[in-house]
């Protein structure tokens, strides 16, 4: 449903955030990727999203190429970004400016039950938390059904507890219409909590380095020992990632047992 | 003395800054304490014949005068003389400003085009242009307006550009994200996210305002405060003077004070200490 072809982006300075990156994910699926920091997955997001061009290779979205953005792609930024003269309701219909007024409240008040937020609409965001404050975001993102979602580490600047809650939140909205997601997070068990399939990325330039499959059936149990397996896999390849300069995508099973 | 006055009258709203609520009205009387003050001791002084009073008058004469030209009439005719050209020329130069502002801010080419020789004009001190201005639309209201209206454009037209620039690229990338077209983009995400900066520079370009119409008064005029100022010197009324003096204090603060009360509510999302200020 979403491939990348052979992208790689290279900024004005010179900068090569990424290069040869191949991906491909089916629809409904969860793809996480994780790396350390500058190795190009927000520029990544940034590509699919069409805020910036790739420079070299496609991004292909059932079969045409994304060159900016799109109206069924939705994007829950790093903050809220919310818009701070405009109410809780009316931040979360924001992309819901075509419907009438009546249709738009009920989806918005949908959304905004959903995310536990029910009461909420009249509030300015500066009255919120930075915990509502990313929900209202949610809300907004996926009150207009995408069919796909990209994230760019849209938990990393909450607490723990918050963040829980909040994949609750997500998966229960993920669930209604099961679009396909793309998240940005350097958080793994965030990663194998969400994900169907987490790709480990590699700086400069920002590449593959490996990935891994989740089998996990949805509810997870954070404390299960299959959980844990997979999460101990995850951090071994992402530490592989930070010592190895050389990528090695199709030797993970014979390098498992030397991540130091 | 009065200077005090005056100078208090335009300051007073920065006399109580983020007090307790409880202390804050007795803050803000505590500005008055020293205007007061010293005007009953010249008022003292003045009587007991230890000061002339001609050059420097006392409240009472001050008083009394203010009071005459109002009951006669004279004072709401000066007075609305000089609001009607204040007005005048800062809504020209208001309009002007914003729209210049908004096609220099929101477009390069038009930012090349235009800026240099706006800042190179702004370089230039706007009395200057009195006597052009008097030559090309003659010595009555025209010449009069279009000062006031240069006044104000300058910093109208800086704080719009400015304002425009330095829209956060975040809140702009949320618009792009859901594919907001350029008409729907201004309506939705710029113009609301404008609006803080553009008040404040219409507030500053109305204060601007009051002191062109001053200047443009006393060049040459039969009516408006800022001929009471001349006025009270030919004649050698220095209480006509400070009269109209704070006739102008009263008149800026309320217009501003004005200005202010309308704008707040479309502010109301803002997530600033101003009101407390």
């Not at chain 1, 790739?54 to 930024?77: K, M």
């Not at chain 2, 002084?45 to 009073?53: D, F, K, P, Y």
């Not at chain 2, 009951?71 to 005048?88: D, F, I, K, P």
């Not at chain 2, 009051?210 to 405060?225: D, K, N, Q, R």
Request: proline share 6%; charged share 20%.
């Amino acid at each position: 449903m979403l491939t990348f072809d052979h992208l790689a982006k290279t900024y004005a300075d010179g900068t090569r955030a990424l290069s040869g990156i191949d991906i491909s994910v089916a629809a409904g699926e969860i793809l996480a990727l994780v790396g350390g920091s500058g190795c190009g997955k927000t520029t990544l997001l940034r590509l699919v999203a069409g805020l910036d061009r790739p420079s070299e290779g496609r991004i292909l979205l059932d079969d045409a190429a994304i060159t900016e953005p799109r109206a069924d792609v939705g994007v829950i930024f790093q903050e809220p970004r919310l818009l701070p003269w405009l109410s809780v309701a009316d931040n979360a219909g924001f992309g819901l400016s075509h419907l009438p007024a009546t249709e738009r409240a009920r989806l918005v008040t949908g959304a905004l039950v959903r995310v536990g937020l029910a009461g909420y609409e009249a509030r300015w965001p500066r009255e919120l938390s930075g915990g509502q404050q990313q929900r209202v975001a949610i809300a907004r993102a996926l009150v207009t059904r995408p069919k796909l979602l990209l994230m760019d580490e849209p938990f990393s600047a909450l607490d723990a507890t918050t963040r829980a809650s909040l994949h609750g939140h997500l998966l229960a909205l993920w669930e209604e219409s099961r679009p396909t997601v793309v998240m940005v997070t350097h958080d793994v068990e965030e990663a194998v909590t969400l994900a169907d399939r987490i790709v480990v990325m590699q700086p400069r330039p920002g590449r593959i380095f490996d990935e891994l499959d989740n089998p996990l059936t949805r509810p997870r149990d954070r404390l299960s020992p299959a959980f844990e397996a997979i999460k101990r896999e995850a951090l071994r390849t992402l530490d592989r990632s930070l010592t190895d300069s050389e990528p090695r995508q199709h030797k993970a099973a014979e390098s498992a047992g030397m991540w130091w | 003395m009065s200077t005090i006055e005056i100078a208090e009258a335009v300051d007073e709203t920065k006399a109580a800054p983020q007090a307790r609520p409880a202390s804050r009205a007795g803050l803000r009387l505590a500005g008055f304490l020293l205007p007061v003050v010293l005007a009953i001791i010249w008022e003292i002084l003045v009587r007991a014949g230890l000061a002339n009073g001609r050059l420097m008058p006392p409240p009472s004469v001050v008083g009394k005068t203010l009071w005459q030209l109002a009951v006669s009439g004279e004072l709401w005719t000066h007075a609305w003389a000089t609001l009607w050209r204040v007005g005048a020329g800062f809504g020209i130069g208001a309009a002007v400003g914003t729209a210049l502002g908004a096609l220099t801010g929101a477009l390069p080419l038009a930012r090349g085009l235009l800026d240099p020789t706006l800042q190179a004009l702004r370089a230039i001190p706007s009395i200057a242009w009195v006597p052009l201005f008097i030559l090309w639309f003659g010595i009555f209201e025209a010449s009069k307006v279009a000062l006031i209206a240069v006044g104000v454009f300058f910093p109208v037209y800086l704080g719009v550009a400015a304002a425009i620039l330095s829209i956060d690229r975040k809140i702009v990338e949320v618009g792009r994200v859901f594919r907001l077209s350029r008409l729907a983009m201004v309506r939705r995400v710029l113009l609301p996210a404008i609006l803080p900066d553009w008040f404040t520079a219409l507030r500053g370009g109305l204060g601007l305002g009051f002191m062109f119409v001053v200047a443009a008064e006393i060049m040459g005029a039969s009516e408006g405060l800022g001929y009471l100022l001349v006025d009270g010197q030919q004649l050698g009324r220095p209480d006509t003077i400070i009269a109209a003096i704070i006739a102008f204090a009263v008149l800026g603060k309320l217009a501003d004070g004005l200005l202010l009360a309308l704008t707040r509510p479309f502010l109301a999302w803002q997530d600033t200490a101003r009101d407390r200020l």
